[in-house]
T-cell receptor, first 112, second 111 residues
Framework: EAQVTQNPRYLITVTGKKLTVTCSQNMNHEYMSWYRQDPGLGLRQIYY???????DKGDVPEGYKVSRKEKRNFPLILESPSPNQTSLYFC???????????FGPGTRLTVT | GQNIDQPTEMTATEGAIVQINCTYQTSGFNGLFWYQQHAGEAPTFLSYNVLDGLEEKGRFSSFLSRSKGYSYLLLKELQMKDSASYLC????????????FGGGTRLMVKP
């Protein structure tokens, strides 16, 4: 089954404790992206990747890192999480930039 | 900055027609997406407009006017399962690599 998976689905952590949210797709898509979704603000793009080793900032990249060492995986790294990063995070992939995006199920992160 | 506006909430009756508007002012424009998002779920693709005009797909249609910075999503023969949020998103960037979303419109369909 074609899908985008994210782990963990739920995470509660404390300020400053490094964490990684994994994202994997099995559709051989070149393009992957991370978003956060907050009430009243909608979905905002954090980072995107056009291919292996090619990443760039979206609209809200501060406090986040990404890497794309393999085509299928695009982890999101929070080196020192803060409470304002409490949010619902979605990973997405598409065949190419500008195509229909397939979203993962989401990761609900709470930073206390 | 990027600015995409949609109404926050709308209510409509089962079987009726509803139009959800989206206006945008962005630096760069390649095309416009509409996504549907049910509560607690991931967004799913509905439509993509690049050229001006109406694109029809079953009960859903989407319209784009690039000169006016305006789009709408038209939902016909509303069903209860259409109760969801509808997200308008502008695609921009040299390779369509950036996607900016509006805040979403929560549609409630009543019997």
């Amino acid at each position: 089954e074609a899908q985008v998976t994210q782990n963990p689905r739920y995470l509660i952590t404390v300020t400053g404790k490094k964490l990684t949210v994994t994202c994997s797709q099995n559709m051989n898509h070149e393009y992957m992206s991370w978003y956060r979704q907050d009430p009243g603000l909608g979905l905002r793009q954090i980072y995107y990747s056009m291919n292996v080793e090619v990443t760039d900032k979206g609209d809200v990249p501060e406090g986040y890192k990404v890497s794309r060492k393999e085509k299928r995986n695009f982890p999101l790294i929070l080196e020192s999480p803060s409470p304002n990063q409490t949010s619902l995070y979605f990973c997405a992939s598409s065949l190419a930039g500008g195509g229909e995006q397939y979203f993962g199920p989401g990761t609900r992160l709470t930073v206390t | 900055g990027q600015n995409i506006d949609q109404p926050t909430e709308m209510t409509a009756t089962e079987g009726a027609i509803v139009q959800i508007n989206c206006t945008y002012q962005t630096s760069g424009f390649n095309g416009l997406f509409w996504y549907q998002q049910h509560a607690g779920e991931a967004p799913t693709f509905l439509s993509y407009n690049v050229l001006d005009g109406l694109e029809e797909k079953g009960r859903f249609s989407s319209f784009l006017s690039r000169s006016k910075g305006y789009s709408y999503l038209l939902l016909k023969e509303l069903q209860m399962k259409d109760s969801a949020s509808y997200l308008c998103a502008v695609e921009r960037g040299n390779a369509g690599n950036m996607l900016t979303f509006g805040g979403g419109t929560r549609l409630m369909v009543k019997p």
